[in-house]
């Protein structure tokens, strides 16, 4: 019985843990704290009564900024509710089918009837909406809806929940790393539970954050950062308990050489000890980060980087061919394409993403040591006389 609560309070939110907020297309990660107020799409409410409940529960805000837990219930179609039209033909869009005033809605907000309930009285008010298609109602209750429901979601942080946020509010940050590029790094990289990773990124702590959590809290994980410290935003966002953390180490890239030299003391040299991976995402030219840190890379382990443009990494496959020490190097560009999956109306989004970056894959191997030839001022060594068999006649 204990074992089941002990699971069940891992399914709840808790005072304290680090969740995402989303409604609709939008996510926003916050850290619950009672009575604090948190903003979301500007509006404001209190996520105290979040406490307890399941991830992936939906809330009703309020008036006064009150969560309430909304009910399941059965959603009536638009179909089997209203009479629909044959088509749209004579339908004029001029602004006068509405009789409710935008002073009526403030008014009915202000008596305090929820979002559904709103769209119900737009719906009842519409000299229109009988007139439409099926698929136009539904379309038009679903506009209605997120407009004017006051519902947010609670969601457990996620690699590919945060890379959707990051994505959709602030690509810059993350170098326009999309999700599913980022779920390819990890595959490349061969990241797993009890792996020694090596992570250099400047996106915001998001690709740190995706290794530690395919590791689960096994292994070592050396982050390499630029500039005076280690960003760790949305590394942080995760919400990790304290395990992972003991599973993080940095180092300053710009010591990398002195490393090299053996310049620095034991404690450093540590990194140099067996790493099985190498992940590279940054806004800086990977070029010579990775021929530095690729020296750091046992034989045979896989290695990984990502650039928003293809030429540097173009540049990247011919330095590591001219130098040898890497096979089955691959560069790949990634392509995503969201689908509307209806009844009788399943094509293509038309919004989808430009491009989700490029990525340069490959594998270590052990370099042969070239044979040195005869120093100058040495004697060549004789050659071996080759013996001719006699036979006397």
Request: glycine letters at 10%.
């Amino acid at each position: 019985m204990a074992d089941n609560g002990d699971n069940d309070s891992q399914h709840r939110v808790n005072e304290g843990d680090y969740v995402v907020l989303k409604r609709g297309d939008i996510y926003k990660a916050v850290q619950i704290q009672k009575k604090k107020k948190t903003v979301f799409e500007k509006q404001w409410f209190f996520l105290d009564n979040a406490v307890g409940e399941l991830y992936g529960t939906t809330f009703e805000v309020v008036t006064g900024g009150i969560l309430q837990p909304r009910k399941p219930k059965c959603v009536e179609s638009s179909a089997d509710a209203k009479e629909a039209g044959m088509d749209n033909r004579n339908i004029l869009d001029d602004g006068k089918s509405q009789k409710l005033t935008r002073d009526d809605i403030e008014t009915l907000k202000e008596q305090g009837l929820k979002g559904q309930e709103i769209v119900q009285q737009l719906i009842e008010n519409s000299t229109t909406f009988r007139d439409k298609t099926e698929f136009a109602q539904e379309k038009y209750i679903k506009k209605k809806k997120k407009k004017y429901e006051n519902s947010v979601m609670v969601l457990r942080p996620s690699c590919r929940v945060l890379a959707m946020m990051y994505h959709g509010r602030e690509p810059g940050k993350i170098c326009h790393l999309r999700y599913d590029t980022l779920a390819q790094m990890l595959t490349l990289g061969n990241i797993h539970a009890g792996s020694k990773v090596l992570v250099f990124e400047t996106c915001a702590g998001l690709v740190l954050g995706a290794v530690m959590e395919r590791m689960g809290g096994y292994g070592s994980v050396v982050q390499m950062y630029p500039g005076g410290g280690p960003v760790r935003a949305g590394m942080e966002s995760f919400g990790f308990p304290s395990r992972f953390h003991d599973t993080l180490h940095e180092f300053p890239i710009c010591h990398v050489n002195a490393l090299l030299a053996g310049a620095l003391d034991t404690e450093a040299k540590d990194i140099d000890a067996g790493v099985r991976l190498l992940v590279i995402a940054s806004r800086f030219h990977p070029c010579p980060v990775l021929l530095g840190l690729i020296k750091f890379l046992a034989p045979s382990r896989p290695f990984v980087v990502y650039s928003q443009y293809k030429e540097p990494l173009i540049e990247c496959y011919t330095k590591l061919r001219e130098q040898g020490g890497a096979v089955s190097l691959r560069l790949t560009d990634s392509w995503i394409r969201h689908y509307q999956v209806l009844p009788n109306r399943t094509h293509p989004v038309l919004l989808m993403s430009g491009g989700g970056g490029y990525l340069l894959s490959g594998t270590t191997v052990a370099a042969d040591t070239p044979k040195m030839g005869p120093t100058r001022g040495e004697e060549p060594p004789p050659k071996r006389l080759k013996l001719t068999e006699t036979t006397e006649g």
